[in-house]
């Protein structure tokens, strides 16, 4: 039996849930390993972003909106984070969220 200390649970929709300027700065508030700038909870994939704010405490919005994300993706994240996940994982070929504002960029 593995022994998993720490877990938490995601939720993979798709990145038309943040705004078309979003998709271009959450690219750089990535964190970047070689450079070590960025947040380093969130993460760039092939096809999108996983933001890990649950795991930050409440100031994640603050840190987010140093890199201009918009109010309306901080909002559809918290909306994730208050149905019970720890995590968002925003990727191209997920379902959109209904109830969920999204844009088509």
Known sequence: MLKI???YRTAVISTAHVTAADSE???I???DPLTDRGLNWVHG???GWIVRAGMRGNDWKEELREYDISEEAISNIQTILDAGYDSVHFDCDAELVDGMPAWDW
Do not use: G, M, V
Request: hydrophobic fraction near 25%; include cysteine.
């Open 25 to 27: 700065r959450l690219p």
């Open 5 to 7: 200390t720490e877990s």
């Open 29 to 31: 508030a990535c964190f």
């Open 45 to 47: 994939t092939q096809y």
